[in-house]
């Protein structure tokens, strides 16, 4: 059976500089409760929860276990592969680059990577895909295998690999999850800014976020804070399986490109502070990060009436999901709300409205559908109702 440390004992593992300029994160018990019940349904080993608010962290509770196997407890500062989480991240590296006239999301890809004349739809036309294409998954790209993808180092790698594959679709014309085309603008970042992709936004946004547990490789030292991932097996039981985008590498192996549709790992306060900075139109403890124009940009709706998602009721924008029509597992967010989750269960989502930021740090592996969990729909619907109360 799996047993729970004390809450009131979390915030001492949490650095005084996480907390800096915002108040004592309290636990809600609601929230715990909610968390707590996944936990012993073996729904999931542990979780690390926060909600935020654009000045403080409203609630921070971590509960279960990180590793089952070696008891090792959930912790706030327990680091977590946040998969498709990357890609907000992406969408602001490139939304800072147009702040700074290096490139506008309307631009043909081939502007900045030539290679890209020679993409061709199915019947052999010239295929013609502009960046917004790439952040909004209306690329119509083709993905590279993970045999094709295997012994690529680098970003720039992998583009002869997706010019090699025809279109699917007209480009702008249908909506399809894509891996190729979040990858393509961070390579676009690394030719308008002059530096690797890994080093532009730990240089641009984690460092000066105080982002500091945020990387694409983690250090030895990080490496014994990785929460283990686990899946159910036929009995019901969560059984380890390891992060599947890494393969037979490391998490702390270099020799892999910074893959920047899924390649982060991070901590709950760590991805707090980013939203938090989204939350206040781009800027945070001072600092400007991005126009407040690139941020609503971003952050709205960008595919028209195009059916897109994992779940009903969404649009997409510029690297985030948004919620256009709150239903099922989003009822509890405002209409326009957005954000992401990750292929191992972490979900940020941001509600405008009430100005909050909900963010689940878990590593389960095969729920059927990652963005309509039960332990999602539970976590954020116990934030909304306890905050909503205590108005």
Known sequence: MLRFAPTITLLAFLPAADLRAQQTPQTISAINEAVRSSVENREIAGAVTIVATPDRIAHLDAIGKADIGKDKPMRPDTLFWIASMTKPITAAAVMMMQDEGKLSVDDPVEKHLPEFKSLKTADGKPARVTIRHLLTHTSGMGEAS?????????????????VGKPVRYEPGSKWTYCQSGINTAARIVEVVSGEPFDRFVERRLFTPLGMKDTTFYLTEEQLPRLAASY???DRGELEATPPRIFGDKSPTSRDRFPAANGGLFSTAPDYARFCQMILNGGEFEGKRYLK???????????TGGLKTGFTDGNGWGLGWCVVRGPQGVTAMLSPGSFGHGGAYGTQAWIDPVKKRAYILMVQRADFPNSDASDVRRAFQQAANTALDEAR
């Open 146 to 162: 993970p045999d094709e993808s295997r012994g690529v180092a680098t970003l720039a790698g992998l583009v002869p690999i997706f």
């Open 292 to 302: 407040p124009e690139s941020v609503q940009r971003m952050t709205s709706v960008q």
């Open 231 to 233: 899946r159910r097996n």
